[in-house]
């Protein structure tokens, strides 16, 4: 299986249940609408490229061990605070366009369709990054929580595509090597896999 | 953070008038954007949306009517009549 593209799936996954956390209780009620539309948004990139891998793709999706993602640390840490979720928000679209735009000039071009749709989604949801990182860009909590997720954020990449994002996110290039890589998962995914995976494990097979 | 309220108007299919459709409360003409993308597109409902906010809106509301000035009024004026005629005499004309 293509680990680049599982990785691409899973990180879509996850970060689309994270972000749904936030569904009700987001700090004013046209962001809630909004977030929770990014975040349905990201679920189904997800279902297209694991229907690009699979026959399957619930049972890819859910039917595997924690230990079995390949997402990224970046989008399984359980964050309750709004400038840490608007600073993932914004470094996990700035990642995830590198991603995107490399896999747009995949050579499979079934992989490089589906990117370049995924891609024309994406172009809000970087919009609404954006204007979010114009507005609290210099806010001390934003910043810091820029700074701690920072090494999380090169994890999304292959270490090939870290300066790329270096440059975008107008951060150092020398600090690529603090990358938190793909492979090992952080605490905070075991509660949220128990959770997106309980009607599956309950019901073996369900489809909704 | 300042917020403002953006009256939201939605063109459903290109070509057709802009119908008000609600409003979003955002800090800048931005947010007020993206939040009404979400709001009023989402599901692919609008070809467009004019975002206008509360404020440049003129209203307009008390009409003086004192001297019962119905004549002015169309009312009454049946239009269908003169049309129907005048479609008979278009098609009679000669071509």
Same mark, same amino acid.
């Given at each position: 299986?293509?680990?680049?593209? @599982?990785?691409?799936?899973?990180?879509?996954?996850? =970060?689309?249940?994270?972000?749904?956390?936030?569904?009700?209780? #987001?700090?004013?009620?046209?962001?809630?609408?909004?977030?929770?539309?990014?975040?349905?948004?990201?679920?189904?990139?997800?279902?297209?490229?694991?229907?690009?891998?699979?026959?399957?793709?619930?049972?890819?999706?859910?039917? +595997? +061990?924690?230990?079995?993602?390949?997402?990224?640390?970046?989008?399984?840490?359980?964050? @309750?605070?709004?400038?840490?979720?608007?600073?993932?928000?914004?470094?996990?679209?700035?990642?995830?366009?590198?991603?995107?735009?490399?896999?747009?000039?995949?050579?499979?071009?079934?992989?490089?369709?589906?990117? #370049?749709?995924?891609?024309?989604?994406? #172009?809000?949801?970087?919009?609404?990054?954006?204007?979010?990182?114009?507005?609290?860009?210099?806010?001390? +909590?934003?910043?810091?929580?820029?700074?701690?997720?920072?090494?999380?954020? =090169?994890?999304? @990449?292959?270490?090939?595509? +870290?300066?790329?994002?270096?440059?975008?996110?107008?951060?150092?290039?020398?600090?690529?090597?603090?990358?938190?890589?793909?492979?090992?998962?952080?605490?905070?995914?075991?509660? =949220?896999?128990?959770?997106?995976?309980?009607?599956?494990?309950?019901?073996?097979?369900?489809?909704? | 953070?300042?917020?403002?309220?953006?009256?939201?108007? %939605?063109?459903?299919?290109?070509?057709?008038?802009?119908?008000?459709?609600?409003?979003?409360?955002?800090?800048?003409? !931005?947010? &007020?954007? &993206?939040?009404? %993308?979400?709001?009023?597109?989402?599901?692919?409902?609008?070809?467009?949306?004019?975002?206008?906010?509360?404020?440049?809106?003129?209203?307009?509301? !008390?009409?003086? !009517?004192?001297?019962?000035?119905?004549?002015?009024?169309?009312?009454?004026?049946?239009?269908?009549?003169?049309?129907?005629?005048?479609?008979? %005499?278009?098609?009679? %004309?000669?071509?």
């Amino acid at each position: 299986m293509n680990e680049l593209l @599982l990785g691409l799936a899973d990180d879509e996954l996850v =970060l689309g249940w994270r972000e749904s956390e936030w569904t009700g209780i #987001a700090p004013m009620l046209e962001e809630d609408v909004a977030f929770s539309s990014i975040a349905q948004n990201e679920i189904g990139h997800a279902r297209a490229v694991y229907q690009l891998l699979t026959d399957d793709a619930d049972a890819l999706a859910f039917d +595997r +061990r924690p230990e079995e993602y390949r997402c990224a640390p970046l989008v399984e840490l359980r964050r @309750l605070e709004w400038a840490p979720t608007i600073a993932r928000r914004w470094l996990y679209e700035l990642a995830d366009q590198v991603r995107i735009e490399h896999l747009m000039r995949d050579e499979d071009s079934r992989v490089a369709g589906l990117a #370049a749709k995924i891609d024309r989604e994406e #172009a809000y949801h970087r919009m609404h990054a954006e204007m979010w990182h114009a507005r609290l860009a210099g806010e001390p +909590r934003f910043e810091a929580a820029v700074a701690e997720l920072w090494p999380y954020a =090169l994890g999304v @990449l292959p270490e090939q595509q +870290r300066p790329e994002l270096a440059a975008r996110a107008n951060r150092p290039r020398d600090e690529v090597s603090q990358a938190v890589e793909r492979g090992a998962h952080s605490d905070d995914l075991q509660a =949220l896999w128990e959770e997106m995976t309980s009607v599956r494990r309950s019901v073996p097979g369900a489809a909704w | 953070m300042t917020q403002e309220v953006f009256e939201v108007f %939605r063109q459903e299919r290109k070509g057709r008038p802009f119908e008000h459709a609600g409003s979003v409360v955002a800090p800048d003409a !931005d947010f &007020a954007e &993206a939040w009404a %993308r979400e709001q009023y597109g989402r599901r692919g409902e609008s070809a467009a949306l004019w975002l206008v906010p509360r404020d440049a809106i003129r209203d307009v509301e !008390d009409w003086a !009517d004192e001297f019962d000035l119905k004549y002015r009024r169309v009312d009454g004026y049946s239009i269908k009549t003169r049309l129907k005629e005048a479609r008979e %005499r278009a098609a009679a %004309r000669p071509r």
